[in-house]
């Protein structure tokens, strides 16, 4: 049971460039976050899909793009990446809404981004 | 804007001893409470979630919560090495979308001496 998956785990990208982030979670969970962390910040919510064919901003959704591919698949994009979005990305999923009790959220193994 | 504070430390406690890690929130509303450990280079993973106030127990970690207070601690006994760790605060709260969603704490940095 591989739980939550991203890919790729390391990239570099030149600032300007445009990448996606992938994210697939085989606990056949309805909701799924793109979470960034950084040093001295914690991790913030990028975006969020409640359920299939949703999503919603998070706390820091600015030059991000996000797809809910399918109930299994979450994937992350930056249209031109900046300096500034160098990150550790996590993605993460829940069976139901962090609201209702007995529901929580599990990470993925990260993401290591570095915009130069 | 919504917040969960959290002392960054190190806390430094010696092997056997009691940590105790405490988290405010700023969020009256919030109803679900966790603790996570991350250790350096990997993924957050859950230790405990708490919804009621008062303390839940499981194994050597208890958890405690006061809504009035706004306030969530977790308490490791018989403290080891392996448990040296970055222990994230997270709170659930409400964007304003279709539900509701965790902010972190940054983090308590532990570490246990042999």
């Known amino acids: 049971n591989a739980g939550v998956t991203q890919t790729p785990k390391f990239q570099v990208l030149k600032t300007g460039q445009s990448m996606t982030l992938q994210c697939a979670q085989d606990m056949n969970h309805n909701s799924m976050y793109w979470y960034r962390q950084d040093p001295g910040m914690g991790l913030r919510l990028i975006y969020y899909?409640?359920?299939?064919?949703?999503?919603d901003k998070g706390e820091v959704p600015n030059g991000y793009n996000v797809s809910r591919l399918n109930k299994r698949e979450f994937s992350l994009r930056l249209e031109s990446a900046a300096p500034s979005q160098t990150s550790v990305y996590f993605c993460a999923s829940s069976e139901f809404s962090v609201w209702d009790y007995g529901n929580t959220i599990y990470f993925g193994e990260g993401s290591w981004l570095t915009v130069v | 804007q919504k917040e969960v504070e959290q002392n960054s430390g190190p806390l430094s406690v010696p092997e056997g001893a009691i940590a105790s890690l405490n988290c405010t929130y700023s969020d009256r509303g919030s109803q679900s409470f966790f603790w996570y450990r991350q250790y350096s280079g990997k993924s957050p993973e859950l230790i405990m979630f708490i919804y009621s106030n008062g303390d839940k127990e499981d194994g050597r970690f208890t958890a405690q919560l006061n809504k009035a207070s706004q306030y969530v601690s977790l308490l490791i006994r018989d403290s080891q090495p392996s448990d040296s760790a970055t222990y994230l605060c997270?709170?659930?709260?409400?964007?304003?979308?279709?539900?509701?969603?965790?902010?972190f704490g940054k983090g308590t940095k532990l570490s246990v001496k042999p």
């Open positions: 997270a709170v659930s709260v409400n964007y304003g979308g279709s539900q509701g969603n965790l902010i």
């Open positions: 899909s409640a359920s299939e064919g949703t999503t």
